[in-house]
């Protein structure tokens, strides 16, 4: 989409005078395959870099349009998210020192950006979802302010009718709704090119979903959302349900996401995928057209295929072709979308490295890889990789079932390496990325465990908030170090910045794991609760979630001082002892003004309220450590 003027969402007549030239494209399309015009007989590949912009507290920065203005260079455009960034490296003959090369340009321009945004006080993050990422920070206030961007969000709300919402089950559980197609820009990916030919187009693109599933096994690197423990690769799942037009009601019936696997292979060519997603997937924005591709042809020219690209933009398969043209010559490319942005440099290249020489090998070996597995299988490695990674159990070629490391470090390494020596790429390179891949593996050392493991390693120190704030920061050190994550030490509390970074609002560090009751529960109850959950204060809701009330323990001292609990035992309910509307707080209030609002008020607890929802407490307690620090401070003073 980035590359076209969007104009909105059409309705009536624009989407009928859009659809036209959607049609007319696809004919040209068929045209340009029936007549051998694409380019033929030339690998090239490519690779777009998505990231996060941090501010000094390691938290999601809005900082895009200063950070373009500072580096100046167009190798850099927007995302979605104000706090994302988007760097397109330049296409290479696939061969010789490609991989080298794609690696040191990365290197540079990354460079190239620290050093522009220094002075800022941002900094450039490489992660699938930022662990410090917070859903206050998804609001279309934090929408890079483009048509294009504005138009896909309506467009998808309007067609989906309601709230997004997202469940995610993993260790921990996700269910959450979301007023906008903002939660998209929770994502970010390393996605390669992989130019090839339009006679060979079908088995390539039916290989590239083959080895999705492996390739993801050991490249998972985004554990966490909002503080949960999910997916190995969470950004599948959630980036799926981000930008589904589909209502729930809609699920039952047989309707594709619009981010999706696919639903069969490839028989002959790359017209089959247009025509499914067209058939599929209603036109969501629509931009201004002024091109007759058959012209362009008659006149010798490469067409641009506006309409059938900015349709092709808005599905969002994993494996996605795209129609190009370079030096006035069309071509077709395989994009692949699965790999995570992170966690290092020399981890992205070699995943590229790995699905490259896969992709290369099964080519070289099988002139249909449907012939010898299912489609079912490679989907359902796929997604087993997405929720397990190296933990996942995969069907391989011929029915083989093998868990994923024996797979990779049996099969698909030496696989790689065949396809990458037929296809010309140096030695060196190929002992490089490949052998990252196989200590990646060997240690089982990805991203996601390197997160996952520096959290379990943390989990009786600090709050959660500071815990997720060291983990980005001792990610960024290493990143920035341009060590592999199998080399990487696990994350230290210290490596946080302490408390003051972590107790900037409410949302870092309030309590979550609420227990509540509802206003016709016995009072009983509450008292044990309180027992047993050490707890000194428990909220009132109802059945939506919605706070009613709160009682805390000075009520049941009142009760039981004055001897009504023990007359009364059975006859009084929360509602008779609650505290009724109690004064609330958001998560986005700043930690000053929470505790000044204790202060004044003279009360123990804050309930943080979101959207009229009971989302988390705030108490005194909370305050207990950094004050205990404080103390201690000004004694040695």
């Not at 362009?296 to 641009?304: C, I, N, V």
């Not at 449907?370 to 070629?397: C, D, I, P, Q, S």
């Not at 408390?499 to 009072?523: C, G, I, R, S």
Request: glycine share 8%; with cysteine.
């Amino acid at each position: 989409m980035g590359t076209h003027k969007i104009q909105g969402e059409f309705q009536g007549e624009e989407r009928r005078v859009f659809m036209r030239y959607l049609l007319r494209d696809l004919r040209a399309m068929e045209h340009i395959l029936a007549n051998g015009l694409l380019e033929e007989g030339v690998r090239r590949v490519g690779a777009e870099q998505e990231m996060f912009l941090l501010d000094r507290h390691n938290l999601a920065a809005p900082a895009a349009l200063d950070v373009l203005k500072r580096v100046n260079d167009p190798h850099f455009t927007t995302e979605l998210g104000l706090f994302n960034l988007e760097m397109n490296l330049d296409p290479l003959l696939f061969g010789g020192d490609c991989l080298s090369r794609m690696e040191e340009q990365l290197q540079g321009l990354l460079g190239k950006l620290r050093a522009s945004i220094a002075d800022l006080d941002v900094k450039a993050l490489l992660t699938g979802i930022l662990p410090t990422i917070r859903k206050s920070d998804l609001g279309l206030e934090n929408m890079v302010p483009l048509p294009r961007y504005q138009a896909l969000n309506q467009a998808m709300s309007r067609m989906r009718g309601g709230a997004y919402e997202f469940y995610i089950k993993g260790l921990d559980e996700i269910l959450v709704k979301h007023d906008s197609v903002m939660v998209e820009a929770c994502n970010a990916s390393f996605q390669v090119h992989f130019q090839v030919g339009a006679s060979e187009f079908a088995n390539l693109y039916n290989i590239a979903q083959v080895v999705a599933g492996p390739l993801l096994a050991c490249a998972t690197n985004s554990p966490l959302l909002f503080g949960r423990r999910l997916w190995a690769e969470t950004r599948i799942a959630l980036f799926q349900q981000a930008v589904d037009t589909r209502s729930v009601g809609h699920h039952l019936r047989e309707s594709s996401p619009r981010v999706t696997f696919g639903n069969s292979w490839v028989k002959e060519s790359v017209l089959e995928l247009y025509k499914e997603d067209i058939s599929r997937f209603r036109t969501l924005v629509g931009t201004g057209l002024d091109e007759d591709p058959f012209e362009a042809l008659a006149r010798g020219e490469a067409p641009q295929l506006k309409a059938l690209r900015l349709h092709n933009g808005t599905v969002y398969r994993w494996n996605r072709a795209c129609y190009g043209i370079m030096n006035g010559k069309p071509h077709l490319r395989i994009e692949n979308r699965v790999m995570p942005s992170g966690p290092s440099v020399a981890d992205e290249i070699a995943n590229a490295a790995f699905w490259f020489g896969m992709v290369s090998g099964l080519a070289f070996k099988y002139e249909d890889i449907t012939k010898v597995t299912e489609f079912e299988h490679a989907k359902m490695n796929f997604v087993a990789a997405a929720r397990g990674g190296l933990g996942a159990h995969m069907t391989w070629l011929e029915g083989e079932e093998l868990p994923a490391p024996r797979l990779i470090l049996d099969r698909l390494l030496p696989l790689a390496e065949e396809g990458l020596a037929k296809a010309g790429v140096d030695q060196a390179d190929r002992d490089r990325y490949l052998g990252l891949i196989r200590e990646r593996v060997g240690s089982g050392r990805t991203g996601t465990r390197w997160i996952l493991q520096s959290l379990a390693g943390m989990k009786e120190q600090g709050t959660q908030g500071e815990r997720l704030n060291a983990v980005t920061a001792a990610m960024l050190e290493r990143q920035q170090e341009g060590t592999p994550v199998a080399a990487w030490e696990l994350a230290s509390l210290a490596e946080g910045g302490g408390w003051k970074q972590n107790y900037l609002k409410v949302e870092q560090y309030m309590t979550t794991d609420l227990f509540t009751v509802h206003a016709d529960d016995p009072v009983d109850l509450v008292a044990n609760l309180m027992e047993w959950q050490r707890i000194r204060h428990v909220p009132v809701e109802d059945s939506q979630h919605k706070l009613i009330g709160l009682i805390s323990y000075r009520a049941i001292l009142r009760l039981m001082a004055r001897g009504t609990l023990e007359r009364n035992r059975d006859g009084l309910c929360a509602a008779d002892i609650m505290k009724r509307d109690p004064a609330v707080i958001g998560p986005e209030m700043s930690t000053l003004r929470a505790i000044e609002l204790m202060r004044r008020l003279a009360v123990g607890c804050l309930p943080v309220v979101q959207d009229g929802k009971l989302v988390g407490l705030v108490t005194e307690h909370d305050f207990m450590d950094i004050a205990a620090e404080l103390l201690e401070q000004k004694l040695k003073e």
